[in-house]
C-alpha cells in the first residue's frame, strides 16, 4: 500500500530550483530514508509533504490525501519531530505528554491511560513530575518521538532525530523507529550519520534538488561498488 506517491514535484523559488522534478513512493510500516546533504533539497520537500509548503507543480498525496486540497487531514494524520528539540523544557515531562495528547485531540481518560503506558515503556515512571530541561538529550530525544507518534499517526517525518546524542542513546532511539513500523507507522526519516542510512529499507539521496538515487542500502552499495553508505554518498557527492 503506497503512503506516499511524489510525482513530478517541483518547487522554485524565483529561479531557483529547490526541488527538480521528484518522483518517489514510500510503503506502509516503511522505514524511508531521505538523505542528502545541506542545501540539497530534502528540508524543503518535507515542508511540502507536512502540507506547511505549496510546490510549484507535481502530484502528492500523503496518506491518501491531496496535496493542494486536504492539507488539513494530512496534519491530522502524521506525527512530527524536528531536528530542533520539540518540546517545552519549563513543562514537566507528564505536562508535555498531556498538552500534545489534547492538541491531537485524544480524550482524557485516553491520555491518562496511553500516558501512563508511555511512562512504563520508556521507563520514566520515576521522571514524570520532573522538568524536560532537567533530562539527558538522549531521554528527551526518545519521549519527543514517543509522543510524535502519541496519536498513531500514519506517518510520521523525523528531520535529523538524532543529532548530538551518543552512540548507544541512537541505537535505542532505532528500536523506537522499528517499533513503530512493525505497527504499520511509516516513518520517513533524515540523517547525517550514514551508519543510520543501513537501518533504512530503502534509501532516497537528494543532490542538487534532484534524487540521484533510490533503493535498498545493499543495493545501492552493489551498484556503487562500495562496502558501507557513506562512501555511495561520498560517490554521489563528487
Known sequence: MKIITVKNLVKKFGDFIANDNLNFEVEKGEVF???GANGAGKTTAIRILTGLSKPTSGEIKVAGFDIY????QIKRNIGYMSQKFSLYEDLTVFENIRFYASVY???KNEIKQKSENLLVKLEMTTYRNSLIKSLPLGWRQKLAFSIAIFHNPKIV????PTGGVDPIT???FWELIYDAANQGI??????HYMDEAEYCNRVSIMDKG??????????LKSLFNVKNMDEVFVK???
Open 157 to 160: 517525518f523525523l528531520d535529523e
Open 69 to 72: 486540497k486536504q492539507t488539513e
Open 33 to 35: 530514508g531521505f538523505l
Open 170 to 172: 541512537r541505537r535505542m
Open 186 to 191: 511509516t516513518v520517513f526519516v533524515t540523517t
Open 210 to 219: 534532484k534524487i540521484a538515487a533510490l533503493d535498498t542500502p545493499e543495493n
Open 236 to 238: 554521489i557527492a563528487r
Open 105 to 107: 485531540g485524544l480524550s
